[in-house]
């Protein structure tokens, strides 16, 4: 199986791909290839070429061929996330990437006890290109700064609201995600799916997103870990919109 690699979309000049001093040493010194030796070079915009390896000064590789791929979802999908604690978003990143999310919107809310720095979000966005890498993805997720989640529901009772938006409630008598999901005739071209922090949504933050056009759903009869919910509420999504439990748009 060839290598996988995110190149910056402004360093593919066809047919020609400039390749930074990190990847090259990467390439060469890690993964132990050669001059001639070929990997998919992906712009994690929904591109990838076949390329091959040149040893040259600076860096570069060259464009064999167009791959024609397809790994991604048919529907975007937005994932909102309250920061848990810790290193813990980390995981959700990685594993959010492999399952094909689209977006990840961290937010700020009541109980949220994590204060990220820009490194944080700079460690996030290396970890979502890794994982698309890995999982042969044709897009890297975007990973949105953090704010508050006031002003996420502030952008969302201004939107049109076209695509669904969910949001998990524990302890709330609210219908299962997945019949809801499987309610529709054909996939919408995006969803928002938002997760809590420990100890869940505040009541003025559920009654606060029902408001903006959130609709209140449950994930099962168990309380999940923040970490765990994500995981849990994606695989569904996947399974019903990429499982065919829905029917695909022509």
């Known amino acids: 199986m ?17 390749l930074t001093a990190d990847q090259h040493h990467y390439l060469t010194r890690v993964l132990r290839l050669k001059a001639g030796d070929h990997f998919v070079a992906m712009d994690g915009q929904g591109h990838s070429w076949l390329v091959t390896l040149e040893l040259t000064h600076p860096p570069q590789a060259s464009i064999v061929e167009t791959v024609e791929v ?6 975007a999908i937005t994932l909102v996330v309250a920061l848990p604690k810790g290193n813990t978003l980390d995981d959700v990143v990685r594993q959010a990437t492999e399952l094909g999310v689209s977006c990840i919107a961290p937010v700020i809310s009541d109980r949220t006890l994590l204060n990220p720095s820009s490194q944080k979000l700079e460690r996030w966005r290396r970890i979502a290109q890794e994982a698309a890498e890995q999982s042969e993805r044709q897009q890297v997720p975007t ?4 704010i508050a989640f006031t002003d996420h529901l502030q952008k969302v009772a201004q939107s049109s609201l076209a695509s669904p938006h969910y949001l998990c409630a524990t302890r709330h008598n ?52 923040a970490v765990t919910a994500p995981i849990v509420a994606l695989s569904m999504i996947v ?9 695909q748009r022509e």
């Open 2 to 18: 060839l290598q996988r690699l995110v190149i910056d979309p402004a360093r593919i000049q066809s047919p020609t791909i400039w």
């Open 70 to 75: 397809q790994t991604e979802l048919p529907i």
């Open 143 to 146: 990973i949105l700064e953090p």
């Open 174 to 225: 609210a219908p299962h995600l997945l019949p809801l999901l499987s309610s529709h005739s054909y996939p919408p071209p995006a969803l928002s799916i938002a997760i809590g922090p420990e100890g869940g949504w505040t009541e003025p933050e559920l009654n606060d997103a029902i408001a903006a056009g959130y609709q209140p759903v449950s994930l099962g009869s168990r309380i999940l870990r």
């Open 239 to 247: 399974a019903v919109y990429e499982g065919g439990m829905v029917g």
